[in-house]
């Protein structure tokens, strides 16, 4: 299959006739987030703009394709996102999110794909996609499959965070803060209004109160800082978590990778030798595709 475009990269944009083969024995992503309040300065799209941009990149990356993001995700909390009580926040039920992920992902295994990656972009989504995504494995439907679930802000490294972030409050109160501040700046500069408040006394991480008053756990909505943020640190960032994204996919730390479950690639030890064409679902050459991207500094989120 020949890509006509960056966007083309999303498995919805496939017609029936043509995605078995499209995606066989290749890779698929799928982006999760939420519509959740980020402050004064950002949309409640955050939590999908990041993944769906970061999900995109890496189908390029891998010569994948990606599902269009999930927007509702689960209840934000007022110790890691502000909880509820801001306008436009809005979740599904813990149980009902499983379900639906689950249900979701049963159907997606009729699909000939070899690996499955969940890109999470909503703190409180975590270990609920983990639930479903480990329920799906138990039930047979990911055999002979890889399955690799993340939220990004899992691969930034404490070195790139060191260099880069001063103070950093840990991730559950980086909500509306610098790094996702950064990021929309990057990706979507035109969501981004110039406020910058800053809280600074950020709620603990582990802990649930009530009532809690989101007037102390934040400063309109912000649970850390958003001084510092820019548009090249988002740029820096984004780059990182590709890099780490890829690094984790094919070298696959910890995960058992039996030489036959590679398809036409000269496994090694250490999984050096997976390349993004390993797993190229139609053999075409897709030369340059990711190299395409990256000359482009802003990518479209293509939000809906
Ligand atoms: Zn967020």
């Not at 990269?9 to 290749?26: D, F, I, K, Q, Y």
């Not at 306008?87 to 813990?94: D, E, Q």
């Not at 969940?118 to 975590?126: T, V």
Request: charged share 20%.
């Amino acid at each position: 299959m020949k890509i006509r475009s960056p966007w083309s990269r999303n498995l919805a944009e496939l017609s029936s006739a043509t995605v078995a083969e499209a995606v066989r024995g290749g890779t698929l992503i799928w982006p999760l987030g939420s519509i959740e309040q980020h402050g004064p300065h950002l949309p409640l799209a955050v939590d999908t703009v990041i993944p769906e941009a970061l999900a995109q990149q890496l189908a390029f990356e891998l010569d994948g394709y990606r599902l269009p993001v999930q927007p509702i995700g689960a209840r934000s909390l007022p110790q890691s996102g502000g909880g509820p009580a801001f306008p436009g926040t809005l979740h599904l039920r813990g149980d009902t999110l499983i379900r639906y992920l689950t249900e979701t992902l049963e159907s997606l295994c009729h699909l000939p794909f070899h690996r499955l990656i969940l890109l999470n972009g909503h703190f409180e989504n975590e270990a609920l996609i983990f639930e479903a995504v480990d329920d799906v494995r138990q039930r047979g439907l990911l055999d002979g499959r890889e399955a690799i679930a993340f939220s990004w802000w899992s691969l930034v490294t404490d070195a790139w965070l060191n260099e880069e972030v001063a103070g950093f409050p840990g991730w559950h109160a980086e909500h509306a803060g610098v790094t996702e501040t950064s990021l929309m700046l990057f990706l979507r500069p035109d969501l981004v209004s110039p406020e910058r408040p800053e809280h600074h006394n950020p709620p603990l991480a582990g802990i649930y109160l009530h009532p809690a008053d989101p007037t102390v756990t934040t400063n309109q909505g912000v649970l850390s800082s958003t001084v510092g943020a820019s548009q090249e640190l988002g740029e820096r960032l984004f780059w990182h978590v590709i890099s780490g994204a890829t690094a984790l996919v094919r070298q696959g730390p910890g995960m058992r990778r039996p030489a036959a479950a590679e398809p036409a690639a000269a496994a090694e030890p250490g999984g050096a030798a997976e390349s993004p064409t390993a797993t190229e679902p139609d053999g075409g050459a897709e030369s340059g595709g990711g190299a395409d991207l990256r000359a482009v500094p802003k990518l479209p989120a293509a939000t809906p």
